[in-house]
């Protein structure tokens, strides 16, 4: 029996435009299990990144509640919604989005330092470690603007688990990225995941979505599909993307 | 039309930065106003006051018995003068006391003379008559008024040779030549019938050694004369030698000069300041455009790509600033206008004239259209990156980074994250703050100037180092006393504290090479601190002040011709003092040569600086005891002449203090919009791994702290090295050639931290936007 770690119930997101009432949300309801690699997928427009931040606490729901830890996220207040961003949730963007005059490694080391149970020591031999693991080590020291949207990435992951967050959230963190980089960013989330990392992930790419231990459909609002996967590398790649294939298929994706 | 859309298109989206510079011209625009009219203003009227009362270019006064014949005969052959008249005075040599006041400066007193205006009952104006004075009555010059602290209906005594008078205050009227309170001579109206007592009393005790009746001899140019007042007198001077026999005499520039000189000199350090605003201003408008194309890159490059050109673009960007410069400048006009009177009024009971509100329009609008048109040149070379944008390049992104690497970095540090992450933020774009700094400079510079200022007036020893007279014990002897009486007084002060200067001389007016120039015969001429050669000794020596060097291109060794009365005689400098006596224009001889001239040792007044100021309360009590009537002893503290320039500077510093903080809430108001609007992502991301809001507001405003901490040190540099020279020049008017500085840590810090407190709180302030900032605008849908 998996253990649910994030629980969404009639979770809603609407924007008010010209004066009509827009609806992104239509009352979702959601588990995300630990341990897992769920893969949210959908045709573009149809509301995954805005589920994405409003699971995340990073955009507030317009109703329904998101169920933390027995804590309702939407009505946390500032302080401690910043307290789970550097505390239990890790956060990958599409655009990267690193500070751009800190280096490399001050991007990592600046949100592991925000979490005071780390001692500053502690951080950077994490740092240190992931660098080396993630392959950035040598270029540490480099500005974003100097290094490859690849690397900026992969720097983005680091700064995201620095904290070994619970939940490791990802909007279409390749969908800027090359083909070489697109695998080494996914081979790099689907190391974490084997490690217990549990990821929730945004994507339109199917070769991002077989790494996925959990597939769920999102149309006009709402879930409409989900497909369970086994574990990646235990089946081939192409039978795993047959499969991905004929469900969306299914959904008329 | 595309322009007009563009423009319009750019100030609804840059409400902030166009209101701003709508503000920053008002204030220089209103200011500007104000500064030229009040000017306009005291000139016009104290024209008019010399027109209306008909007053000459040279007025002399003179002892009756040395108008003689052959004297009249001079003046009647003398080519260069166009007319003279010759009007009776009593002279009330001993000063007038009112009931609060008691004023040693000798007085004239002369019947109503034609032209003299009546100052109505509300001082805002002129009376439409002036009604006949009776006997007992007196019209006392309008600069009296705060002399004397008196009022109408306020009885006054005069001091004469012959005895006192009790008088009644009329009125007060505006008498141009000698009306000033700085002057201190008074040319006062009496009755007829008390004239003619007062001059047959006085006439009846004249004496070589006093003399109570006299003449004012008032000397006209022809309309064709193109010598100025200076000179003529002097050539005047040189023909009859009417100057050198005379008390005293006043030229209408010198009376103008004294007439205006504090608020010249105000203004004169408002203007400075105010054009040193002005370029604030631009650089303020260089900063905003040249961040607002940085940001805009994407956009421009989109109209480019639509067809706009340079040079639309450009005029678009060009229009915006210059309509925010042109209502800002209108606006400045129109409220600056009703405060004229206002504040001119404030000046009305110095210069002893009313002062009518007359807008110096003209003067304003050119200053205002140099300033536009500056700005104009600078926002055209500014605009020029523009130029560089390639549309392909901007509208695929291509934008140049807004960070720069820099060699300065410091590491992140996990105990001070904020602040560290604040000073990166800094580092790393130094030249988007650089302008900041520099206007935090100025403001520093400026606020560290008037503390100067005010420091100076009431610094002893600055004063004493500028040559301003340091009292803290005044004595006025009821009669004329004589130096061993004096060396008595000063035995009896250093039974109580040891003294520091002393201050007695006889003040006159002597020519000098045929210049008429204020000289002191010093009782005590060791006390002269000179700041080249040495103080006075013998007969024959005189020291002059370095504007009197100048303005007759004398040095030490010269001999120059000394002549007073029918006395002749050559002197060597031995010395240059500095000393504010006569704003400046002033020099010092010993007693021996005062009597060589003809001068009488004796004085009827004298002052003491103290080593110990405290004592000076104790002093006055026991020289009171011990003298009894025969002096009168008031306390240096309570002088009210300093009292109202120390009220003056402290005005000037109020303003300039104002004008600083204002200054300094918009321009970080401006610049720290435009970092939070090329920040807005970082901010995001900063929100995204866990920072609040609060803490990214510290930061914000760190950054700022960072930029007003450069600027105040920049700020203190720059006043080290300028300051002394700028107040230097400023203060030329009031005598003062070698400005000190007594600048302590106190007045250092107390402008550099009220600049980088308003630095800081300002930009906290305006960072109360971050709060408003979402994460949302990360997301890519």
């Known amino acids: 029996m998996k253990k649910s770690i994030l629980t969404a119930k009639s979770l809603s997101k609407s924007f008010a435009h010209n004066g009509e009432q827009v609806h992104i949300l239509s009352g979702v309801d959601l588990d995300i299990y630990e341990g897992d690699f769920t893969v949210i997928m959908g045709a573009s427009g149809s509301g995954k990144s805005t589920m994405l931040y409003a699971l995340s606490g990073m955009d507030k729901a317009t109703a329904g509640s998101v169920m933390y830890d027995d804590q309702n996220i939407v009505l946390m207040g500032e302080k401690e919604l910043a307290k789970l961003r550097y505390s239990d949730f890790g956060f990958i963007f599409q655009q990267m989005h690193l500070v751009s005059n800190l280096s490399l490694y001050e991007n990592v080391v600046v949100s592991g330092y925000l979490n005071k149970k780390n001692s500053p020591a502690e951080v950077r031999e994490r740092a240190d470690k992931l660098f080396k693991r993630i392959g950035i080590d040598h270029i540490k020291t480099h500005l974003p603007s100097q290094v490859s949207g690849g690397e900026q990435q992969r720097c983005a992951i680091a700064r995201a688990v620095i904290n070994q967050p619970k939940l490791l959230f990802a909007d279409e963190p390749t969908g800027a990225l090359n083909r070489k980089n697109t695998t080494e960013v996914l081979d790099l989330l689907t190391d974490l995941n084997k490690n217990g990392q549990s990821i929730l992930m945004v994507t339109h790419d199917i070769r991002a979505a077989v790494r996925a231990s959990r597939l769920l459909y999102l149309s006009d609002g709402n879930i409409i599909g989900e497909l369970n996967l086994s574990p990646y590398g235990q089946t081939e790649e192409k039978s795993r993307e047959a499969q991905v294939n004929a469900w969306l298929n299914s959904l008329e994706w | 039309m595309e322009i007009i859309t563009l423009l319009k298109a750019n100030i609804r989206r840059r409400k902030g930065t166009f209101i701003s510079i709508v503000i920053l011209m008002f204030i220089i625009s209103m200011a500007l106003t104000l500064i030229f009219s009040i000017r306009k203003s005291c000139d016009d009227s104290l024209n008019d006051a010399y027109s209306c009362a008909k007053s000459a270019d040279v007025t002399v006064m003179l002892k009756d018995a040395l108008l003689t014949d052959e004297m009249r005969q001079k003046l009647d052959n003398e080519a260069i003068i166009d007319h003279y008249t010759v009007t009776p005075t009593a002279v009330i040599s001993y000063g007038i006391d009112s009931p609060k006041v008691s004023n040693k400066n000798s007085c004239f007193f002369t019947p109503l003379t034609e032209g003299i205006k009546l100052v109505n009952e509300e001082c805002n104006g002129y009376a439409e008559k002036i009604p006949p004075l009776s006997k007992g009555e007196i019209y006392l010059s309008y600069g009296s008024k705060s002399k004397f602290k008196c009022n ?366 204020y ?116 306390l240096g503290k309570s002088d009210d002449e300093n009292k109202l320039i120390e009220s003056a500077i402290e005005i000037m510093r109020l303003i300039i203090y104002s004008f600083s903080m204002f200054f300094a809430l918009v321009v970080v108001s401006m610049v720290s919009s435009k970092a939070f609007t090329q920040e807005k992502t970082d901010i995001g991301i900063f929100k995204s791994q866990g920072f609040t809001t609060g803490k990214l507001r510290l930061q914000f405003a760190v950054r700022f702290l960072i930029v007003s901490i450069l600027g105040a040190l920049l700020g203190t540099l720059m006043c080290s090295l300028f300051m002394n020279k700028l107040l230097t020049f400023l203060l030329k008017g009031i005598g003062v050639t070698n400005f000190y500085t007594p600048l302590t840590p106190a007045s250092i810090l107390i402008p550099a931290a009220a600049i980088c407190v308003c630095f800081f709180l300002f930009a906290l302030l305006v960072s109360r936007k971050i709060k408003k900032v979402g994460i949302r605008q990360l997301i890519t849908e």
């Open chain 2, 519 to 634: 000289c002191r015969m010093d009782f005590y001429p060791e006390d002269i601190i000179t700041t080249k050669g040495r103080a006075p000794k013998y007969d024959n020596e005189i020291v002059i002040t370095e504007m009197v060097a100048d303005e007759f291109d004398l040095k030490l060794g010269d001999i120059v011709k000394i002549a007073k009365f029918d006395n002749h005689k050559e002197f060597v400098i031995c010395g240059i003092y500095q000393s504010m006596a006569d704003t400046g224009m002033s020099t010092s001889i010993t007693e021996e040569a005062g009597e060589s001239l003809g001068l009488h040792k004796r004085t009827d007044y004298c002052s003491i600086m103290l080593e110990d100021e405290t004592k000076a309360e104790e002093i006055k009590t026991a020289l009171e005891n011990k003298y009894g009537d025969t002096l009168k002893v008031t």
């Open chain 2, 152 to 517: 109408i209906g306020d009885k006054v005594t005069a001091h004469t040779i012959s005895g006192d008078y009790d008088l009644t205050v009329k009125g007060f009227v505006v008498e141009p030549m000698f009306g000033a309170m700085v002057i201190g001579w008074k040319w006062q109206f009496i009755s007829q019938e008390d004239f003619d007592m007062i001059m047959a009393a006085n006439a009846a005790e004249n004496s070589d050694d006093h003399c109570g009746t006299g003449y004012i001899v008032q000397i006209y140019k022809p309309d064709d004369c193109t010598l100025s007042d200076g000179k003529f007198r002097r050539q005047v001077n040189l023909d009859t030698d009417i100057i050198s026999n005379a008390w005293g005499s006043m030229t209408k520039d010198t009376s103008t000069h004294y007439t205006n000189i504090y608020s010249d000199i105000i203004m004169g350090i408002l203007l400075v300041f105010i054009l040193i605003l002005a370029t604030v201003v631009l650089i303020v408008m260089g900063h905003s455009i040249s961040t607002g194309i940085e940001m805009d890159h994407t956009n421009l490059g989109i109209l480019k790509s639509q067809g706009f050109g340079n040079s639309k673009i450009r005029i678009s960007i060009l229009l915006q600033y210059l309509i925010a410069e042109v209502i800002g400048g209108v606006l400045g006009i129109f409220c600056g206008l009703p405060l004229i009177g206002i504040i001119t009024s404030v000046f009305d009971t110095i210069s002893g004239c009313i002062t009518e509100t007359h807008p110096a329009l003209c003067k304003t609008l050119l200053y205002l259209l140099a300033i536009i048109e500056i700005s104009v040149v600078f926002i055209i070379i500014t605009t020029h990156k523009v130029c560089k944008i390639s549309p392909i390049r901007a509208i695929s992104g291509g934008r140049n980074e807004i960070y720069f690497d820099s060699r300065i970095k410091l590491p992140i540090s996990a105990k001070l994250l904020s602040p560290t992450l604040a000073v990166r933020q800094f580092t790393s774009a130094k030249r988007r703050y650089a302008a900041s700094v520099i206007i935090a400079a100025i403001l520093v510079s400026f606020m560290l100037m008037s503390n100067a200022l005010s420091a100076a007036i009431n610094s002893r020893k600055a004063g004493e180092t500028m040559g301003i007279e340091v009292k803290d014990v005044i004595i006025n002897f009821n009669e004329m006393t004589q130096k061993d009486q004096i060396d008595d007084i000063m035995e009896t002060v250093k039974e109580y504290d040891p003294i520091h200067r002393r201050y007695v001389s006889l003040g006159t007016y002597i020519s000098l090479n045929g210049e008429e120039i």
